[in-house]
């Protein structure tokens, strides 16, 4: 499975962005998939995650309210809704996935990892 994440830009402080991460190669409806990112000289934090099953979801403490995860099994595509973004989010956002059940963010338990988009919250 190949994790292709599109949709990342300039936004301005306040403003909204959507993140798509299509999956080839396979379809992802036996993966939970989440959202990760990363800002220069920091570590890979997880932001969102959504299960493979009843889509149950799950989000960091800091986007809670103003980010959504959803999938399209159908399209293969798993979204990220941003919404009252604020600049210290400017970060490389990726999509990271992995076989199985539950939904949990930390990076280890992913073994499938697209190259990431940028997103840059101008001040």
């Known amino acids: 499975v190949q994790l292709v994440e599109s949709g990342g830009g300039l936004v301005q402080t306040g403003g909204s962005l959507r993140l798509s991460c299509v999956a080839s190669?396979?379809?992802?409806?036996?993966?939970?998939v989440a959202w990760f990112r990363q800002a220069p000289g920091k570590e890979r934090d997880g932001v969102a995650v959504?299960?493979?099953?009843?889509?149950?979801?799950a989000y960091a403490d800091s986007v809670k309210g103003r980010f959504t995860i959803s999938r399209d099994n159908a399209k293969n595509t798993v979204y990220l809704q941003m919404n009252s973004m604020k600049h210290e989010e400017t970060a490389v956002y990726y999509c990271?996935?992995?076989?199985?059940?539950?939904?949990?963010?930390?990076?280890?338990?992913?073994?499938?990892w697209g190259r990431g988009t940028q997103v840059t919250v101008s001040s």
């Open positions: 990271a996935a992995y076989e199985g059940l539950g939904y949990v963010l930390s990076a280890s338990r992913y073994n499938l």
């Open positions: 190669g396979s379809t992802i409806d036996r993966y939970a």
């Open positions: 959504i299960n493979s099953g009843v889509r149950s979801a």
